[in-house]
């Protein structure tokens, strides 16, 4: 987050001289990053329920993407939930009523939820801090109304019985562990794409904006075109992620464009730590597994989460990997 | 006189009134939002919760204590507004030297808690308030009925309204607050009490909230959800008014309400998001707001 007396230079030969692994991972995140491989390979055959694993890699990316902007680029953007759900909605559309091929489904989903973020983004970059995060907000809102009364999405019923369909119009992925290898892939594929694009020069400049943005503007960036970019990139994963959410579940739902899920993205990134790597997808999966256990607990699982908002923000604002981070003093 | 644009004359004026009296609760929150933005520098997330818990207070006290509607009036703005005098006391004072975002996570966190409490108390569905026998009944004005509770709640709020700009312009604790607004450190070295004064307007625009909630408890059902709804169409209201002059906000919350009860007229699908829609327009033509300073 953005803290504006520290200097963004100081910070950069470190990183440079730091990102010399594979895939430009530091050696400490090629580490964590095989571990997360060997979890993805073999979670499946530990016993663990395919569906619930890939809600989790659903979320993960879901949070990863909103990391984008909050973690490098300093943007809270308080209303991801619209484009996460217009993913989904626009998904089980295209591979229940056009008979789209899965692939393709998600693709429309996050081509959709791009195009709606670039509309919002546009919008929503006049103005900083508070207001920009009011301002997503209350657009996604917006967003929210729009898929009560659109015909496409069913108002309260949302769309239902989606077909999971053939990959490539060859494989059939109704067995759930078929569908878990494309989430996975999935998965794999945004958070890739994420981790190489904060740390291309593109990505330098997001971090120069988040340190000090009247300083990245005075050095000769466009700042208003990066973090419109950014803001682009973002939504669009969200959207890819929802889009596979509905096909995993076969089922899109008002509940994934409502502020609440704006907020649930918002804590899992703050609970695995901002601006760290790998910290969205632990975040994910702590509020997901909290989810699943406290499930028939009603309203307290609300009070919990709004509990744990309260104790990250007073106590403990690095989250979980920034804290062991900054422990063994290297960067997660 | 029976229609105007093809409309039926009642049913253009009832709309006009309903968007009065949302203008007003509009009014009041933005308000609230906006003094404790100015001197706290952070968004009250926590607002629409505290409207809701203004609304339940009354209700509280008419069916457990037996107070009726007045006195409810007087004491719950100050009972609410002390639970967020400790509220600022406890938790909001530790992030002032954070980013400002960190004060929306924390309000955010705490709407959700007491949001979540109340639900599991009170349950998803309303409870009744009953309008005060004083101001049941309506008036025939010839043109159309007015429930006197409803019109009894536009002419409240504006009163509020007038006394909070006057509080704030006129007088010299206004002077106060408003220099602190401006540069909080000057004003502390003329050896005014400054944390104090962050705290106890924290607690005034919280009971600021909580009055309205009162207010509401009559037309609207009392129920956990009825804050966090509103909440976010304020927050776009702000953001077309701009949060720099008091009476800026009075206006835009008055004008939005209207134009959202206009629309529900002629065009009753948009009634729910055009308040976003013109937030949008404001920002791509005027981004600091109507009233806003840039």
């Not at chain 1, 649930?264 to 699943?292: D, K, R, S």
């Not at chain 2, 962050?198 to 408890?217: D, H, S």
Request: net charge neutral.
């Amino acid at each position: 987050m953005a803290s504006q007396n520290t200097a963004a230079v100081p910070t950069l030969p470190e990183e440079r001289t730091a990102a010399q692994g594979a895939f430009g991972f530091t050696k400490p995140q090629f580490l964590t990053f095989l571990l997360l491989l060997a979890f993805l390979v073999g979670a499946p055959f530990a016993g663990l329920y395919p569906v619930f694993l890939m809600k989790l890699l659903c979320f993960g990316l879901f949070a990863c993407a909103f990391n984008l902007l909050i973690g490098y680029v300093g943007l809270l953007s308080f209303g991801h939930a619209a484009y996460f759900g217009m993913g989904g909605y626009i998904a089980g559309h295209m591979a229940k009523v056009v008979g789209l091929s899965p692939e393709l489904a998600i693709l429309a989903g996050g081509a959709v939820a791009a195009g709606l973020g670039a509309v919002f983004g546009w919008i929503a970059i006049r103005r900083q801090g508070i207001y920009f995060a009011m301002i997503t907000l209350a657009l996604a809102q917006m967003v929210y109304f729009f898929c009560v009364q659109a015909p496409f999405t069913g108002g309260e019923d949302g769309i239902q019985a989606i077909p999971r369909g053939k990959l490539f119009g060859l494989i059939d992925l109704s067995p759930d562990l078929s569908m878990y290898w494309v989430v996975a892939a999935v998965f794999l594929i945004g958070f890739l794409l994420i981790h190489r694009i904060v740390h291309s020069p593109f990505g330098q400049v997001m971090k120069a904006i988040r340190e000090n943005e009247p300083r990245a503007t005075s050095l000769g960036y466009r700042t208003d075109d990066y973090k419109l970019v950014a803001f682009i990139l973002s939504s669009a994963l969200a959207g890819v992620a929802g889009a596979t959410k509905s096909l995993v579940f076969g089922i899109a739902t008002l509940t994934d464009v409502h502020w609440a899920m704006s907020g649930e993205v918002v804590l899992m990134t703050l609970v695995g730590g901002l601006g760290t790597v790998f910290g969205p997808v632990v975040g994910a999966a702590v509020i997901v597994t909290m989810q699943n256990y406290l499930a028939e607990m009603g309203a307290w699982v609300t009070v919990i989460q709004g509990g744990i908002f309260v104790a990250c923000v007073l106590a403990f604002r690095r989250g979980i990997l920034g804290e062991i981070a900054a422990r063994l003093r290297v960067k997660l | 006189m029976d229609e105007i644009f093809g409309i039926p004359a009642p049913l253009l004026f009832g709309q006009l009134l309903l968007g009065l009296i949302n203008g007003a609760f509009y009014a009041m929150l933005s308000l609230g939002l906006a003094v404790i933005f100015g001197l706290l520098n952070i968004i009250n997330f926590t607002h629409g919760a505290q409207f809701m818990m203004g609304a339940f207070a009354a209700w509280m006290l008419l069916n457990w204590v037996g107070l009726n509607y007045w006195v409810a009036l007087i004491l719950v703005p100050i009972i609410i507004g002390a639970t967020g005098v400790l509220m600022e006391w406890l938790m909001i004072r530790r992030l002032y030297k954070l980013d400002h975002l960190y004060g929306l996570l924390l309000t955010f966190g705490i709407g959700l808690i007491v949001e979540g409490l109340f639900r599991n108390e009170f349950g998803s569905s309303g409870l009744p308030y009953q309008i005060p026998p004083q101001l049941s009944g309506a008036w025939d004005l010839g043109f159309m009925f007015l429930p006197v509770y409803r019109g009894w709640v536009v002419a409240f709020a504006l009163v509020i309204c007038l006394a909070t700009w006057i509080v704030i312009e006129k007088t010299r604790l206004g002077a106060y607050l408003r220099a602190a607004t401006e540069n909080a450190s000057l004003v502390q070295a003329f050896g005014i009490n400054v944390p104090r004064m962050v705290t106890l307007t924290y607690g005034a625009g919280v009971g600021l909230a909580a009055l309205a909630g009162v207010l509401a408890a009559p037309i609207y059902s009392v129920n956990p959800q009825m804050g966090s709804n509103l909440i976010i169409v304020v927050f776009a209201v702000v953001v077309i008014g701009g949060m720099g002059s008091i009476l800026g906000s009075v206006i835009t919350g008055f004008g939005l309400g209207v134009v959202e009860g206009l629309t529900k007229v002629f065009w009753p699908e948009a009634s729910a998001t055009v308040i976003f829609v013109i937030m949008a327009i404001v920002l791509l033509a005027r981004p600091a707001g109507l009233f806003g300073r840039a």
